[in-house]
């Protein structure tokens, strides 16, 4: 099972990034997806979770209205879609499949 992460990178306060989460060595489309963020000292925080089809969605009271989770099971692609970031975003992203990790990808949120 592999779970890579990419699409991270620095991004000014307002501006968007698109995360990827590429799937390989089970079925992608049996798992419900979770996107998870952490920062330093700080717990594991769920951010978005889809449903094995997608027809359901679930957010974080910090991401609602800004954040977009999706996925391709053609590809076993996951996918986080965030706008109007803020500094308070800043932390590595880890997408899950129920005991699976990715590696994470950092997101800076900062002027």
């Known amino acids: 099972v592999q779970l890579v992460e990419s699409g991270g990178g620095w991004v000014q306060p307002g501006g968007s990034l698109r995360l990827s989460c590429a799937a390989s060595?089970?079925?992608?489309?049996?798992?419900?997806m979770r996107w998870f963020r952490q920062v330093p000292g700080k717990e594991r925080e769920l951010v978005a979770s889809?449903?094995?089809?997608?027809?359901?969605?679930n957010y974080a009271a910090s991401a609602k209205d800004r954040f977009t989770i999706s996925r391709d099971n053609v590809k076993s692609t996951l996918y986080l879609q965030m706008n109007n970031l803020k500094a308070e975003d800043t932390a590595v992203y880890y997408c899950?499949?129920?005991?699976?990790w990715g590696q994470g990808t950092q997101v800076t949120v900062s002027s």
């Open positions: 889809i449903s094995r089809y997608g027809r359901t969605t």
């Open positions: 060595g089970f079925t992608f489309s049996r798992y419900l």
């Open positions: 899950n499949a129920e005991n699976y």
